[in-house]
């Protein structure tokens, strides 16, 4: 299967010898690379290539225009040190399903497109789906070109270097319409498929998800001369709440992580004068999502004014529960099942994905395939040769199914 050739040669592109793990960073050389491979995957194919307005690249069986079009894809680029498989397991298979259709001579009475989303974790801007997002109009102009790395590199600047026109940014609703479905495949950011024993199951819905920005602002001082009596040091409140949000989501049956710091003035010797730290939590309904971030929040401030520090509280992003389309879900379900009359198992998700930004706008579902490991964003992550082949197949199944009606 041509799986194994693609997985091979994508593999070393921005992997750090020093982590193991992989920076694909938006708009950098890494990106580039992989960009570039996917473009020379879609012409090996006799693909017709586009990179739309936004940068997300596209490979088209048959015109899109036509509408109705059944896509598949997801994302090439990582989080810091992240893993092989988050996002370019959907996009390898889509290419791999779509070498297994040919060589079954499926009819396509639709057109069929892979796609690879730009800048999808977020991890050079500090917003994730960036690409989708513009496309839906989730993201204006105004918003996407204030977005700035952490050297004040923004995303205009970075699009520009990068060959791309960032004036052209901008919602694509005409593109989206020609879609009538679209099916991402992605490896599973967890272990309930190792645990049931399956190699592939459907998503249900994504949790509604968010980040906040909590800004703990006290008063450098000397720390080897200033009695501990007399500090306002933003540390403290912040520990404090680091673990409050642990116990909010354990009370909560949520998640809640405090996963990225940044201290000023930075100095060993010194007491802080600010410490940001930013919250991610997520659960599997608003209802409880409100709960444990109201909990953590007031925890912080009461915190902070026990240590005499000022407290801000910026919610960054924010993506409400997402559906997945019953009736699509329903379909691939049936065809994935239709041979063996096994039920694939339906599984919710805490992850964001591509998916889920397109899902107000086309029908959209989710397959997963199982990792192991259970660990994700990690040089750990992990899926069997064997498993990728059965997520292959089972994407060209439901791909054949929607080609074909």
């Keep these: 299967m041509s799986f194994h050739r693609m997985w091979t040669e994508l593999l070393p592109v921005g992997r750090s010898s020093a982590s193991g793990g992989y920076r694909r960073f938006a708009w950098t050389a890494a990106d580039a690379e992989c960009r570039a491979w996917f473009r020379e995957q879609a012409e090996a194919r006799g693909l017709a290539y586009e990179a739309d307005r936004n940068g997300n690249q596209w490979a088209w069986a048959g015109d899109p225009a036509a509408g109705d079009a059944v896509v598949t894809g997801s994302h090439l680029d990582s989080v810091p040190d992240g893993g092989a498989f988050d996002g370019p397991l959907g996009v390898v298979s889509a290419f791999a399903a779509l070498d297994e259709l040919r060589r079954r001579g499926a009819r396509f009475a639709k057109p069929f497109g892979i796609v690879n989303f730009g800048d999808e974790e977020g991890a050079r801007f500090g917003l994730a789906c960036v690409g989708s997002r513009l496309a839906t109009g989730q993201l204006t102009v105004e918003q996407a070109h204030r977005l700035t790395d952490g050297d004040g590199v923004t995303l205009p600047q970075a699009m520009e270097a990068a060959g791309y026109d960032p004036d052209a940014i901008g919602p694509d609703p005409e593109r989206l319409a020609r879609i009538g479905a679209f099916v991402e495949l ?67 049956g949520a998640v809640a992580t405090f996963g990225k710091i940044a201290v000023e003035p930075n100095g060993v010797n010194a007491v802080p004068s600010l410490v940001r730290g930013w919250l991610d939590s997520r659960a599997a309904d608003q209802d409880t999502l409100d709960t444990v971030v109201t909990g953590v929040e007031e925890a912080a401030r009461e915190h902070a004014a026990a240590h005499g520090v000022d407290l801000d509280v910026v919610r960054e992003s924010f993506t409400p529960v997402v559906e997945f389309d019953h009736t699509l879900r329903d379909e691939l379900a049936r065809v994935l099942g239709k041979d063996t009359g096994l039920k694939v198992p339906v599984l919710g998700t805490g992850a964001g994905h591509d998916a889920g930004i397109l899902s107000g706008t086309v029908p959209t579902a989710m397959l997963f395939v199982r990792n192991p490991t259970g660990v994700s964003h990690s040089p750990a992550e992990h899926a069997t040769e064997d498993d990728c082949v059965a997520g292959v197949l089972a994407l060209a199944d439901a791909l054949e199914g929607l080609v074909r009606t």
């Excluded at 992605?186 to 980040?211: T, Y």
């Excluded at 200033?226 to 909010?248: F, K, S």
């Design 186 to 252: 992605h490896v599973e950011q967890g272990r309930a498929l190792d645990l049931s024993g399956d190699p592939v199951g459907l998503a249900s819905a994504i949790w509604p998800h968010g980040r906040w920005r909590f800004d703990f602002r006290g008063e450098a001082n000397h720390a080897g001369t200033t009695r501990l009596v007399d500090r306002h040091d933003p540390m403290l409140p912040y520990a404090e709440t680091v673990l409050a949000a642990r116990r909010q989501a354990r009370l909560a």
